[in-house]
C-alpha cells in the first residue's frame, strides 16, 4: 500500500466505498423489484383463484360443465394464467384448460415455469341481512377445488429485466463514479505531482523551473514554498558557483604564481609523455621555452645521466603514464641542461588522475641541489679532514684506526701507528705570526705526504701534531719511513719574509699487531712515545716498549691524569692547611698555608704525586678554580668577614699557568667582589721561579688583586738565580724562603749565611720574611736568631683538614 501512487490511493479511497454502496444499493433495488413481480403475481394468482372459485359454486352443484369451461376459457384470457383446473371434492377433474393444451397431470407435476394457487370451492348457504350489507355469513362445504396455474415465462422475462437494468444502473454508476473521481483526483494530484516533480528537478540540481501555484488551498502554500526554496536554493547555487569559480581562479591563480616562483622545476605531459607544461624554473634548468616544447617528449629534454657520470639514465616514464605509480629515485642524478651544464637533481613524478581516476598525464617535480650537495660535501669533506692542510683530521684518524684493528687478520698483518709532534714551532708561531705557522704546517702536510706509502692515512690530529697509520708495515719499515720523514723536515728551510726558519718533528712509534689493545690505548700509547722522543731530546724517532723507563713514567702520568679529571668531576680533593706561627716579633696574627690532597679511596695523595701530572697537562688553572672557590665557601661558611682582630690569615698557591690567564684573573676577582669574604684575609703565593718567568703577568695579577687588599707572598726565594735582581721590583708583602736552605740550617754554615743575608735584604726593603720546612727546634732557634719573622713546619704542627683548623678556631 506504501507504494502506491497518490493519485492511486485517492482513486481507492474514491471508488471503492462508492462501489460497494453501488452494488449493495442495486442489490437491494434489484431484490425488491424482484419480489414485487413475485408479488404481484401471487396477487394475481390469488386474485383469479379468489374470485373464479365462487363463480364456479354453482356450476358444480347444477353439474352445468359447460358452464364451468365457459368461465375457465373466460379466465385463460387473463394475462399469466396458463391453466385452470377444476376438481371435485374427491379430487378427480371435471375439466382442465391450458394455453398450451397441456394435460392436468402435466401440468400439476411440472409446473417449473408456472406457480400453482389452488383455492377450495365451497357450498354455501346465503343468509342475507338486508340491513346489514356487510354481513354475508355461509354454512361452507367444500364441493370442489380450483387450481390456478400462473405462468412465469412472463414474470421472469420481467425479473431478468429487472437484474440487466439494475447492472446496467450499478455500471453506469461506477463507471460515472470513476469519471468523477479521475476528474476530480486530478484536481488533487495533479498538483501534487508538479509538487513532486518539482522535487525531483531539485534533486537533479535544476533549480531553474517553477511549479504552476493554480491549485488553491494548502496545496497552493506548498507550491509556494518550494518555488520559494526552488529560488532560494538556485540563487545559492549561483552564489556558490560564483564562490567556487572565484576560489578557483584564487587557487589557479596561486598555482600558476607558485609554479612560476619556485625554484623546483616542473613538467606535465600527457598519457604519452609529450610536454604539456613547463614552469620557469625547468625551462631555465632546460635551457627550453615553454612555446618551443610543442611535439616534444619528455626523453627530448630530460637527458639524465648517473651521478658518477658514466650511465645514461632514460626515465621511466611507463612507471606513471601505464603503471600509475607514483616514484622517486633514491640517488641524486645529473641532469644535463642547457649548453651542457650539469644540474645534480632530485626528482619526484606522480600520474595525474581524471575524477573517474583514469591517468590523464604525469607530473614531474625536480630540484636542482647543486649548490647544496656541493656545501654536503664540503660539511662532508670539512667532518673528516682538517681545514687548514687537507689531511684527514683527529675524529677521522680515530676511526680509521678502530675500524683497522676490527677488520685486521694479525696473523698475517702487522701495521703501525706514528705520532708526530713538531719541534721548535712555537718560535715560528711567536716570531712571525700564525700566519707563517699555517704556512709551514701546510708544508710540512706535504713533507710527510712525500715519504708516505699510497696506502697509509696521515692526518693532523691539532696543533703542530700529526698522526699516521702505516698499513701492513712491519715495525722496522715504519721506523725506517718514520726516520725518513724525520730528516726530510730536519732538511727543510721554512722562509718567511726575511726569517729562515729549521724545524724538527719528535716521533713516537708503536706496533699495530693484535686486538689487544684499543684504539684509544694505542693513542695514548703512541702520544706517550712522542713525548719521550722530545724529552729525550727532539727530533728523534722512539719506538714504544713496554719495559720502557720513560714510557712508564709518562703513563705513570697519564694514569694521574684520569684521576685529576674525576676529582675535579667529584669533588675529589680536600683541603688541609698548616699553621705559620710569628717567632720574632710581637704579632700575634696566626698565618695558615692551605694544602690540597687528592682523596683515592681511603689514601690521602700528596700534592708532590699528582701535581706533575697536573702541570704538564695543562690542569692547574683548574685545580687553582676548585681551591680558590671552596676555600672562598669554606670562610664564608665560617663567617670570616672581617679580619677577626688580625689574628688571622691565610695563603693559598697559585700556579705559573693560572697567573698566564687573563680569565683567570678575572674569575678571581669576580669571586672575592661577590663573595662576602673580607679579601685582606687572603696571602696568594707564587713561585720565584714562576714570577721570573712570567713577570709580566705575575706583576699585572698582583697589582690588582693588591688593590681588593689581598696580600702576596714570593715562594721558594733563593731557587732562581736571577732572585735579588728581580726582588726589588716585584711588589710583594712576604718573602718565603726555599725549604732547601731552611733544612739542617744548623749544620750547615753556608745555608746559615744565605739565610742571614735573605734576610736582612727582606728587612731592607721592608718584607715580612717566612722559613718552611723548620723540622727541630734547634732550627726554629737559629732562625728567630737571624731575625725570621715566621715560621712553617713539622716543629710547629703537621697540616691538618681545614676543617678541623676552623673549628680550633672557633674554640
Known amino acids: 500500500m506504501n507504494n502506491l501512487s497518490i493519485k492511486t490511493k485517492v482513486l481507492l479511497i474514491t471508488i471503492i466505498p462508492v462501489l460497494i454502496t453501488a452494488c449493495l444499493l442495486s442489490f437491494s433495488f434489484v431484490k425488491e423489484r424482484l419480489k414485487d413481480t413475485e408479488r404481484v403475481l401471487n396477487e394475481k394468482g390469488w386474485t383469479v383463484s379468489k374470485y373464479l372459485a365462487p363463480a364456479l359454486e354453482y356450476s358444480l352443484l347444477s353439474g352445468n ?63 342475507i341481512n338486508d340491513y346489514d350489507t356487510n354481513r354475508i355469513e355461509a354454512d361452507k362445504e367444500i364441493i370442489g377445488v380450483l387450481v390456478v396455474e400462473m405462468s412465469r415465462k412472463g414474470i421472469n422475462l420481467a425479473q431478468k429485466e429487472i437484474i440487466r437494468n439494475g447492472i446496467l444502473i450499478t455500471l453506469s454508476s461506477i463507471l460515472f463514479t470513476i469519471i468523477l473521481a479521475l476528474y476530480f483526483s486530478n484536481t488533487v494530484v495533479s498538483p501534487i505531482r508538479l509538487l513532486t516533480r518539482g522535487i525531483h528537478q531539485i534533486r537533479k540540481g535544476i533549480l531553474g523551473e517553477r511549479i504552476y501555484t493554480g491549485a488553491g488551498g494548502e496545496i497552493a502554500i506548498l507550491e509556494i514554498g518550494i518555488n520559494n526554496m526552488s529560488a532560494s536554493l538556485q540563487l545559492a547555487q549561483i552564489k556558490e558557483k560564483q564562490r567556487a569559480d572565484d576560489t578557483l581562479f584564487i587557487e589557479k591563480s596561486k598555482a600558476q604564481i607558485t609554479l612560476e616562483a619556485i625554484g623546483d622545476g616542473v613538467i606535465t605531459t600527457d598519457t604519452n609523455g609529450f610536454i604539456t607544461y613547463l614552469n620557469p624554473a625547468a625551462e631555465n634548468l632546460l635551457g627550453v621555452g615553454m612555446t618551443n616544447t610543442e611535439g616534444m617528449h619528455l626523453h627530448d629534454i630530460f637527458r639524465l645521466k648517473s651521478i658518477s657520470g658514466n650511465t645514461s639514465i632514460c626515465y621511466p616514464v611507463s612507471t606513471c603514464l601505464e603503471e600509475g605509480k607514483s616514484m622517486r629515485h633514491d ?19 606522480t600520474p595525474l588522475l581524471s575524477r573517474d581516476g583514469k591517468i590523464t598525464g604525469m607530473v614531474l617535480v625536480f630540484n636542482d641541489f647543486t649548490h647544496i650537495q656541493r656545501i654536503s660535501d664540503q ?125 724538527g718533528v719528535s716521533i713516537g712509534l708503536i706496533p699495530v699487531s693484535s686486538t689487544d689493545c684499543s684504539s684509544a690505548e ?54 688541609y692547611a698548616q699553621t705559620i706561627i710569628p717567632i720574632n716579633n710581637n704579632s700575634s696574627l696566626k698565618k695558615y698555608e692551605i694544602l690540597i690532597r687528592l682523596s683515592d679511596s681511603e689514601e690521602i695523595i700528596l700534592p708532590s704525586d699528582f701535581l706533575p701530572a697536573a702541570e704538564h697537562y695543562s690542569l692547574m688553572p683548574e685545580i687553582d678554580r676548585w681551591v680558590i672557590t671552596t676555600f672562598v665557601k669554606m670562610l664564608e661558611k665560617n663567617n670570616f668577614s672581617n679580619f677577626k682582630n688580625n689574628k688571622h690569615m691565610f695563603s693559598v698557591n697559585l700556579s705559573g699557568q693560572s697567573i698566564c690567564s687573563d680569565d683567570f684573573h678575572d674569575f678571581v676577582i669576580s669571586l672575592l667582589k661577590t663573595s662576602a669574604v673580607n679579601p685582606g684575609l687572603i696571602i696568594f703565593e707564587i713561585t720565584e721561579t714562576v714570577a721570573i718567568h712570567n713577570y709580566d703577568a705575575a706583576i699585572k695579577l698582583i697589582t690588582r688583586l693588591q688593590k681588593l687588599g689581598c696580600a702576596f707572598a714570593l715562594d721558594d726565594f733563593g731557587s732562581g738565580i736571577s732572585s735579588f ?43 715580612e720574611t717566612i722559613a718552611e720546612y723548620v723540622e727541630t727546634e734547634e732550627s726554629r732557634r737559629l732562625l728567630e736568631k737571624f731575625g725570621i719573622d715566621y715560621v712553617q713546619g713539622s716543629v710547629v704542627n703537621m697540616p691538618i683538614p681545614l676543617a678541623d683548623v676552623f673549628r680550633n678556631i672557633d674554640q
Not at 394455453?99 to 354455501?124: C, K, M, P, V, W
Not at 701495521?415 to 709551514?440: E, M, Q, S, W
Open 65 to 127: 360443465k359447460n358452464h364451468i369451461d365457459s368461465l375457465i376459457k373466460n379466465s385463460l384470457s387473463i394475462s399469466n394464467v396458463s391453466s385452470i383446473t377444476v376438481l371435485d371434492a374427491n379430487q378427480h377433474i371435471i375439466t382442465h384448460q391450458s394455453i398450451d393444451n397441456t394435460e392436468y397431470n402435466t401440468a400439476h407435476e411440472n409446473h417449473s415455469n408456472g406457480t400453482l394457487f389452488s383455492t377450495q370451492i365451497y357450498r354455501s348457504e346465503i343468509n
Open 331 to 349: 640517488d641524486p642524478m645529473i641532469l644535463i641542461g642547457a649548453s651542457n651544464t650539469e644540474y645534480i637533481i632530485r626528482d619526484n613524478a
Open 379 to 503: 660539511l662532508t669533506f670539512q667532518a673528516t679532514h682538517d681545514e687548514l692542510t687537507g689531511l684527514k683530521n683527529r675524529r677521522e684518524f680515530e676511526r680509521t684506526l678502530k675500524e683497522l684493528i676490527e677488520t685486521s687478520d694479525f696473523e698475517t698483518q702487522e701495521h703501525a701507528l706514528c705520532f708526530l709532534d713538531l719541534d721548535r714551532f712555537k718560535i715560528v708561531n711567536d716570531t712571525c705570526g700564525h700566519v707563517a705557522g699555517d704556512a709551514l704546517l701546510k708544508e710540512v702536510s706535504r713533507l710527510i705526504h712525500s715519504q708516505v706509502r699510497h696506502d697509509d692515512l696521515v692526518a693532523r690530529l691539532g696543533g703542530d701534531e700529526f698522526g699516521i697509520i702505516l698499513v701492513n708495515c712491519t715495525i722496522k719499515q715504519a721506523v725506517l719511513i718514520a726516520e725518513n720523514i724525520k730528516e726530510t723536515i730536519k732538511q727543510h728551510q721554512c722562509k718567511w719574509d726575511l726569517h729562515v726558519f729549521n724545524v
Open 522 to 575: 694505542l693513542m695514548i700509547n703512541a702520544d706517550t712515545a712522542c713525548y719521550i722522543a722530545k724529552d729525550n731530546g727532539k727530533n728523534q724517532v722512539h719506538v714504544y716498549q713496554t719495559t720502557d723507563h720513560n714510557f712508564l713514567h709518562r703513563h705513570n702520568e697519564i694514569r694521574w691524569l684520569q684521576k685529576i679529571n674525576k676529582a675535579l668531576d667529584s669533588d675529589g680533593f680536600e683541603l
Open 725 to 767: 735582581r728581580y726582588l726589588k721590583e716585584l711588589p710583594i708583602n712576604y718573602l718565603k724562603i726555599d725549604g732547601h736552605f731552611i733544612r739542617n740550617i744548623e749544620v750547615s754554615k753556608i745555608n746559615q749565611s744565605i739565610v742571614e743575608a735573605i734576610t736582612q735584604i727582606a728587612q731592607a726593603l721592608k718584607l
